[in-house]
């Protein structure tokens, strides 16, 4: 089985915060998580310093490769730190 995650920290999220299934909108200082295995990716999101993890909603997703899957990591940090609306895994 391949497998590969990415961990971004300290993200300063837009206005619009990040969105997750279990404690709503996420805003300010964020880090985020990404894991990718069986062919999904699996994003999380925390406050900085938090030890609680809250799946971003939408999660998982369907990625066929590592490659596919690091660039949405890529896409959802881009994206909190911009979002102007609640970022979901729809909005990537």
């Not at 909108?25 to 994003?43: C, M, N």
């Amino acid at each position: 089985m391949n497998w590969a995650s990415w961990t971004t920290t300290r993200i300063l999220t837009g206005h619009a915060g990040v969105c997750t299934d279990e404690a709503g909108v996420l805003r300010g200082e964020v880090d985020v998580h990404t894991t990718w295995a069986d062919g999904q990716a699996i994003v999380t999101a925390q406050f900085s310093g938090s030890a609680d993890w809250y799946t971003v909603t939408g999660s998982p997703v369907p990625c066929a490769t590592e490659h596919e899957s690091r660039d949405l990591h890529q896409r959802i940090v881009d994206g909190a730190r911009s979002s102007e609306k609640p970022l979901t895994l729809g909005l990537v």
